[in-house]
């Protein structure tokens, strides 16, 4: 069974800081993708970054970066220069060529002015 | 580009009763994904829906099920409801046959159970 474990519940940082939220995985799948969603208190799902399993430079977008270690089974969200509209619940998933999403349970960020 | 649209927002139903909720996915997008979110559990995957037909579901039991229309919509009908089905109900849209494309949710529908 596929699962995807995020072990911290909650985790603060003060703006312009730089936090890192940890995930990580396991499925025997070696074709996969992983993504971290954010879910503001508006509650959509928002796409943050994502990074396809068989690529090992970690992806990036802009203040959002990725550590993915393939053989540890471990995709960390690094967020740099921290600010107030980051926080949010975030959430790491995994993906498989089946369609099917499969969610962590979730790290909730604040971030202090 | 308009996004994934829910309806309704809120819903209130009483145990027993049966609840349907809807999702209008991103224009071009034929993949439609259902999730519920109950508080404290995370998003649980619940149904997938492509070109009309249900190619996978999540381990939920039969009272869950639903459908998608020629348009690409989507219903989710909850049969016999149960307290525990209290939760946010999220809909995403992807591109069809294309896993690696990012499902985009919209901002879901709240079910409470009375």
């Known amino acids: 069974a596929q699962t995807v474990t995020q072990s911290q519940p909650e985790m603060s940082v003060q703006e312009a800081e730089t936090v890192t939220l940890s995930c990580t995985y396991d499925t025997s799948e070696s074709d996969y993708y992983l993504f971290w969603y954010k879910q503001p208190p508006s509650r959509q799902m928002i796409l943050v970054i994502r990074q396809e399993a068989y690529k090992q430079q970690n992806a990036t977008e802009n203040r959002f970066s990725v550590n993915f270690q393939k053989a540890a089974k471990s995709f960390s969200l690094k967020i740099s220069d921290s600010q107030l509209g980051d926080a949010a619940m975030y959430f790491c998933a995994l993906i498989l060529n089946t369609d099917k999403l499969i969610f962590g349970t979730g790290t909730r960020l604040q971030v202090f002015p | 580009e308009a996004g994934v649209t829910q309806s309704p927002t809120h819903l209130i139903k009483t145990r027993g009763q049966q609840a349907t909720l809807r999702c209008s996915p991103i224009?071009?997008?034929?993949?439609v994904y259902w999730y519920q979110q109950a508080l404290g559990l995370g998003l649980q995957f619940l149904l997938w829906?492509?070109?009309?037909?249900?190619?996978n579901r999540g381990n939920f039991p039969p009272r869950f099920s639903g459908r998608q229309f020629p348009n690409y919509s989507s219903e989710l009908n909850v049969n016999a409801l149960e307290l525990e089905d209290s939760a946010l109900y999220l809909c995403?849209?992807?591109?069809?046959?294309?896993?690696?494309?990012?499902?985009?949710f919209g901002d879901g529908t709240r079910l409470s159970i009375l």
């Open positions: 995403a849209s992807s591109l069809a046959g294309r896993y690696n494309q990012p499902q985009h």
């Open positions: 224009s071009g997008h034929t993949s």
């Open positions: 829906y492509d070109e009309g037909e249900e190619r």
